[in-house]
Nanobody
Framework: QLQASGGGLVQAGGSLRLSCAAS????????MGWFRQAPGKEREFVAA???????SYASSVKGRFTISRDNAKNTIYLQMSSLKPEDTAVYYC?????????????????WGQGTQVTVSS
């Protein structure tokens, strides 16, 4: 029900925009998030967006990444700028309804399949 796309290979300092299209239900009342998982590491929170406009970011990406949503298209985005090699990971989108912080994986009910982002130095 969540399909992530937009990943790829980019040089350090470059930009990418990830998309996550939802289908099968309307996610306008859900909060939506992005997580990432690098090889050998645990999945970590990147950013979250609530339908009322509230957003939250991990400190490692704040100021470089922007999460947004288009409820008419049932799609969320993650605009990534000033990319660093340490941003290399598989990026996952997720949707949830009953959490509060949006930071923890357990607060999300639906997950996309992931899209690979590789940043070369």
């Amino acid at each position: 029900q969540l399909q992530a796309s937009g990943g790829g290979l980019v040089q350090a300092g470059g930009s990418l925009r990830l998309s996550c299209a939802a289908s099968g239900r309307t996610f306008s009342s859900y909060y939506m998030g992005w997580f990432r998982q690098a090889p050998g590491k645990e999945r970590e929170f990147v950013a979250a967006n609530w339908s009322g406009g509230r957003t939250s970011y991990a400190s490692s990406v704040k100021g470089r990444f922007t999460i947004s949503r288009d409820n008419a298209k049932n799609t969320i985005y993650l605009q990534m700028s000033s990319l660093k090699p340490e941003d290399t990971a598989v990026y996952y989108c997720a949707a949830g309804r009953f959490g509060y912080s949006g930071v923890y994986s357990r607060e999300y009910d639906y997950w996309g399949q992931g899209t690979q982002v590789t940043v070369s130095s």
